[in-house]
């Protein structure tokens, strides 16, 4: 099994800070999604990057995936309460096409 | 949107009972897949499924066995639950194995007792 370490795992900042969460593996991903769970609900998509140094931004959230697409990192800029939740990274392998290998996720708490 | 529903968001189960979880996707999505999620241990895949009829073992499929007859339905069956298999349990789809975007149930979780 590639491993995927996430960092840190839990989180907890005041509305209106930033943050960075990261994604770290020995491996190279083919590509690598971030998702989000909240509580009681199954994970979502939040974005896709498959090219090295790619960097995606939704909204106030940055994604950077690293030049040897080993890793990558989320950025989010002045947090706001709707943000909390578990922050998940996921890689494909091209050696495993069609499968997942997930971090074990950063909890963030974002309070008013 | 694609939609990927899970017969149950709770269940309650003694040890030694077989367990059914279902899970059905509307978005003729070829893969599908069962994954447990545990706290600090992340989403851990149990089984998968390229095709109709077709399984293949994920990382921890001991204890699991799953079935899928329909392309759209794909079951997790606990042949005899122990009190290790309390957990939430994800089923996800995919479209192709071009495209591994993941679409998740809502979960179920499981409480053996």
């Known amino acids: 099994t590639q491993l995927l370490e996430q960092s840190p795992q839990f989180l907890s900042i005041q509305e209106g800070e930033n943050l960075t969460v990261y994604c770290n593996s020995s491996?190279?991903?083919?590509?690598l999604q971030w998702y989000r769970q909240e509580p009681g609900e199954g994970p979502v998509l939040l974005v896709t990057?498959?090219?090295?140094?790619e960097v995606k931004k939704l909204k106030r959230l940055t994604f950077q995936f690293g030049d040897a697409r080993k890793d990558s990192s989320l950025h989010i800029t002045a947090a706001q309460p709707g943000d909390t939740g578990l922050y998940l990274c996921?890689?494909?392998?091209?050696?495993?096409?069609?499968?997942?290998?997930f971090g074990d996720g950063t909890t963030l708490t974002v309070k008013p | 949107d694609v939609k990927v529903t899970q017969s149950s968001r709770y269940l309650v189960k003694r040890t030694g009972e077989k367990v059914f979880l279902e899970c059905v996707q509307d978005?003729?999505?070829?893969?599908m897949f069962w994954y447990r999620q545990d706290p600090g241990l992340g989403l851990r895949l149990i089984y998968f499924?390229?095709?109709?009829?077709?399984?293949e073992k994920g990382d921890i499929p001991e204890g699991y066995s799953v079935s899928r007859e329909k392309k759209e339905r794909f079951s997790l069956i606990l042949e005899s639950a122990s009190t290790n298999q309390t957990s939430m349990y994800l089923c996800?789809?995919?479209?192709?194995?071009?495209?591994?975007?993941?679409?998740f149930g809502a979960g179920t979780r499981l409480s053996v007792l």
């Open positions: 996921a890689g494909e392998h091209n050696t495993n096409a069609g499968k997942s290998t």
């Open positions: 499924s390229y095709d109709v009829k077709m399984k």
């Open positions: 978005m003729d999505h070829e893969n």
């Open positions: 990057v498959v090219t090295g140094g």
């Open positions: 491996s190279v991903f083919s590509s």
């Open positions: 996800a789809s995919t479209l192709s194995l071009a495209e591994n975007i993941q679409y």
